[in-house]
């Protein structure tokens, strides 16, 4: 069974950060390209960023750049998003995907995990 579960979202001041986690089991992690996306009310879902299979390439929404991280635990299972500098236009649910680079189709979503900026 897959599960993508993520987790670290909250509440922040601007300015401030948080990091979000996402646990994925039932399927063989290291091989998949691991995104993460949000969506703003009342807004479109947006990639924020993605970590290629193996963790060779990293990639971000220019809204991102400079601020966010992510990276990858393969011996975990486990994809990680720094977020620093937060803004209240980060304000979002956060969703962790998991894609087959060479399976269209093959794809996991999480749950989400909201995160909030605000003073």
């Known amino acids: 069974q897959v599960q993508l579960v993520e987790s670290g979202g909250g509440l922040v001041q601007p300015g401030g950060s948080l990091r979000l986690s996402c646990a994925a089991s039932?399927?063989?992690?290291?091989?998949?390209?691991m995104i993460w996306y949000r969506q703003a009310p009342g807004k479109e879902r947006e990639l924020v960023a993605v970590?290629?299979?193996?963790?060779?390439?990293?990639n971000y929404a220019d809204s991102v750049k400079g601020r966010f991280t992510i990276s990858r635990d393969n011996a975990k299972n486990t994809v990680y998003l720094q977020m620093n500098s937060l803004k209240p236009e980060d304000t979002a649910v956060y969703y962790c995907n998991a894609r087959n680079p060479y399976q269209s189709g093959d794809n996991y979503w999480g749950q989400g995990t909201q995160v909030t900026v605000s003073s």
């Open positions: 039932g399927f063989t992690f290291s091989y998949y390209t």
């Open positions: 970590s290629t299979r193996y963790g060779g390439t990293t």
